[in-house]
């Protein structure tokens, strides 16, 4: 009985990081073979495909299959996670132009240290429109401070 509770909780626990999750398994033939198709289901079918095929490996170093290799890796998912955990305290410190939270999202935006002075300025400034997107979630939020990033000269180099 207790095995059956904790593995219930863990997989509770486990789903907000399902909705956050990106959105596709990557490139490759197993993605090719689901083009188009949506859900868990041809997810899973598409990750099994390219992960126990190893094609992935021959698309990245061939640049077939949909594959890049001189795309950026990103870390939208950690960001994701990050902003959607600390809303209340990042949303005080954009307030009031820095704190230790502003400093780990410039650090995972990779923003230079000579620029972060003008990152907290940039999210002091669009405070209220970013926190207008946070109700529509921490993506929202992301991208509305990746528009913003895009239009300032200083940090369209970070914005994705």
């Given at each position: 009985m207790k095995k059956t509770v904790l593995?219930?909780?863990?997989?509770?626990?486990?789903?907000?990081?399902f909705a956050l999750a990106d959105s596709g398994p990557g490139c490759g033939f197993g993605t090719q073979i689901f083009k188009g198709?949506?859900?868990?289901?041809?997810?899973?079918?598409?990750?099994?495909?390219?992960?126990?095929?190893?094609?992935?490996?021959?698309?990245?170093?061939?640049?077939?299959l949909d594959c890049?290799?001189?795309?950026?890796?990103s870390n939208e998912f950690e960001r994701v996670n990050?902003?959607?955990?600390?809303?209340?305290?990042?949303?005080?410190?954009?307030a009031q132009g820095?704190?230790?939270?502003m400093q780990a999202l410039a650090a995972m935006y990779d923003i230079a240290p000579v620029d972060?002075?003008?990152?907290?300025?940039l999210t002091q400034r669009e405070?209220?429109?970013?926190?207008?997107?946070s109700?529509?979630?921490?993506?929202?939020?992301?991208?509305?401070?990746?528009?913003?990033m895009g239009a300032d000269p200083v940090l369209a180099k970070y914005s994705r």
């Open positions: 593995s219930l909780a863990l997989a509770a626990a486990a789903l907000p990081g198709q949506s859900g868990l289901f041809a997810h899973v079918l598409a990750a099994t495909t390219n992960g126990s095929t190893y094609n992935q490996y021959f698309g990245l170093t061939s640049g077939t890049n290799p001189t795309s950026v890796v990050f902003v959607a955990a600390n809303l209340d305290n990042l949303s005080q410190e954009m820095a704190g230790s939270h972060r002075a003008q990152f907290y300025q405070m209220p429109k970013l926190l207008d997107s109700r529509a979630g921490a993506q929202a939020l992301l991208a509305s401070l990746d528009t913003a």
